[in-house]
């Protein structure tokens, strides 16, 4: 238990309560702690080899749903996530059909690179859309997103505009 003191809070129960608010507040976006699925070194290694699946249906931070959208942005434990510093290309917004397959590429790449393990580092910031900021690190160390710019499935963010359609 915490109590507040005259002179600021002190902790009642010792060391157990300090781990367990410690383990709480790491789990949290924006808390610089990362969420590890799969990687070798982690404990958590129950996801490496599994694909996540594409996101679907309603409510997903109340379900604590874990799924890629498209190639820059997914759910983890129902948290919201962009990718920084990439841009992939649109799958329900496309300018265009080449847009349109090329995100749904993105989109399954990210998900197969996902699968040999990763972590989600929160940048500890919201993007414009009020998405959480990340990084995706695979368990060999790469940004995720670096790969995706290096394949031709994205470009760096901010960006140019989109080269993926024809200028009308």
Same mark, same amino acid.
């Given at each position: ?76 434990? $129902?948290? !919201?996530? /962009? ?8 799958? *329900?917004? @496309?300018?265009?059909?080449?847009? %349109? +397959?090329? $995100?749904? !590429?993105? /989109? ?8 040999? *393990?990763? @972590?989600?580092?929160?940048?500890? %910031? +919201? ?16 940004? @995720? ?24």
């Amino acid at each position: 238990m915490i109590d507040k003191a005259s002179s600021g809070f002190r902790c009642t129960t010792g060391i157990a309560a300090f781990a367990a608010l410690f383990l709480a507040l790491s789990a949290m976006p924006g808390c610089g702690a990362e969420m590890i699925h799969g990687a070798p070194s982690a404990a958590a290694t129950g996801n490496a080899g599994k694909i996540l699946p594409v996101c679907s249906g309603a409510n997903r931070a109340a379900r604590m749903v874990t799924c890629i959208v498209d190639g820059d942005t997914g759910w983890e434990r $129902g948290v !919201k996530w /962009r990718a920084l510093g990439v841009d992939t290309p649109e799958i *329900g917004h @496309a300018a265009c059909g080449k847009e %349109r +397959r090329l $995100g749904e !590429k993105a /989109r399954d790449r990210l998900r197969a690179l996902m699968a040999g *393990g990763y @972590a989600i580092e929160w940048a500890g %910031r +919201r993007g414009r859309h009020l998405r959480e900021l990340a990084t995706v690190r695979l368990a060999d160390g790469r940004d @995720a997103g670096k790969v995706l710019v290096e394949e031709g499935l994205s470009q760096p963010w901010p960006n140019q505009g989109n080269p993926w359609c024809p200028a009308r």
